[in-house]
């Protein structure tokens, strides 16, 4: 029983495209987390929600508490947006979603 | 300001050795976190610490522990090592525990190889 699920697994765009990460979890939490890790494996803090939407240049994050659902939406995509996108909820500890690896084509 | 420094970045060991992993936070961050990275698990807590204490802790077995100093440093020890520890090990830190709401700050990892 995996705790977040996220999807798409895969996703590859065309530069420009509007692109959304769907994260469902099913634990309590006081917080969601989106990260971004690039290949060699450093992961970056791109947005903690624990209600609404945070926007953050071309990333917009929104997360519904009742439905326990969260979106990454990133918008105009860009060839350098192309990274691992990982859900994480955290109370007492942090569950992971398995990932989303985007790929974006000039 | 410095971010999270890991120490070292690669390690190359064989089945039984034990392993000691180092973790720098933040300057003023209290918490550390530990995750290990798998392509099969993906990432997975281990276990958080603040002010020296351990707060929380995954579902991992006894062979994983850890510690932190009262300069906030965190090391993690892995005992009698398998081939299945072969991992990313990340740390990451915050300012507050893991359920204050506190983004988390990540450090870039240790690779840990096991032969």
């Known amino acids: 029983k995996n705790e977040v699920e996220q999807s798409p697994q895969n996703l590859t765009a065309q530069e420009g495209e509007f692109i959304t990460i769907n994260c469902s979890y099913s634990v309590g939490i006081s917080a969601l987390h989106w990260l971004q890790q690039h290949p060699g494996g450093g992961i970056v803090s791109l947005f903690m929600?624990?209600?609404g939407k945070k926007k953050h240049g071309r990333l917009i994050a929104t997360i519904n508490i009742q439905e326990k659902h969260s979106s990454l939406h990133i918008t105009a995509s860009h060839p350098r947006d192309s990274a691992v996108y990982i859900c994480a909820v955290g109370g007492n500890q942090f569950y992971f979603g398995t990932g989303t690896s985007l790929t974006v084509i000039p | 300001k410095a971010g999270v420094t890991q120490t070292p970045r690669y390690l190359i060991k064989t089945r039984g050795q034990q392993v000691t992993l180092s973790c720098s936070p933040i300057?003023?961050?209290?918490?550390v976190s530990w995750y290990q990275q798998t392509p099969g698990q993906g990432l997975q807590f281990l276990f958080e610490?603040?002010?020296?204490?351990?707060?929380n802790k995954g579902n991992f077995p006894g062979r994983f522990s850890g510690r932190q100093f009262s300069n906030s440093r965190s090391e993690m020890n892995v005992s009698t090592l398998e081939l299945g520890d072969s991992a990313l090990y990340l740390c990451?830190?915050?300012?507050?525990?893991?359920?204050?709401?506190?983004?988390?700050?990540f450090g870039d990892g240790t690779r840990l190889s096991i032969l």
């Open positions: 610490y603040f002010s020296e204490t351990q707060r």
């Open positions: 990451a830190s915050s300012p507050g525990t893991a359920h204050s709401n506190q983004p988390q700050h």
């Open positions: 300057s003023g961050h209290r918490s």
């Open positions: 929600l624990s209600s």
